[in-house]
Nanobody, 124 residues
Framework: QVQLLESGGGLVQTGGSLRLSCIAS????????MGWFCHAPGKEREFVAR????????YVADSVKGRFTISRDNAKNTVYLQMNSLKPEDTAIYYC?????????????????WGQGNQVTVSS
């Protein structure tokens, strides 16, 4: 019922910026909140940020707060993750996901729909 298509990953130097995009489609995507997760080698998939379609309420993980910003464009059905001041430890595959909108979900298992993932590599 929800399809997610991501874009915007790539290679950047330490201190650089990238913006990830996630286009949502399907008859029910507006019934969900949108989240971003990152999955680094040897680690668990981790919550990064979340936003709701309706009022744009956001929640960002402490580990990236002040550097990463989540936003959405309802007219384009698109959610963005703006990543600034990137560090080598931000290197990971970043996934867009659709999950519950009635509470702030940060567990991977709370999200039922996932994008294909985008590689972000930060060189030192």
């Amino acid at each position: 019922q929800v399809q997610l298509l991501e874009s915007g990953g790539g290679l950047v130097q330490t201190g650089g910026s990238l913006r990830l995009s996630c286009i949502a489609s399907g008859p029910t995507f507006s019934n969900y909140a949108m989240g971003w997760f990152c999955h680094a080698p040897g680690k668990e998939r981790e919550f990064v940020a979340r936003i709701t379609w309706s009022v744009g309420s956001t929640y960002v993980a402490d580990s990236v707060k002040g550097r990463f910003t989540i936003s959405r464009d309802n007219a384009k059905n698109t959610v963005y993750l703006q990543m600034n001041s990137l560090k080598p430890e931000d290197t990971a595959i970043y996934y867009c996901a659709a999950g519950p909108k009635y509470y702030i979900a940060i567990r991977r298992d709370d999200y039922g729909y996932w994008g294909q993932g985008n590689q972000v590599t930060v060189s030192s």
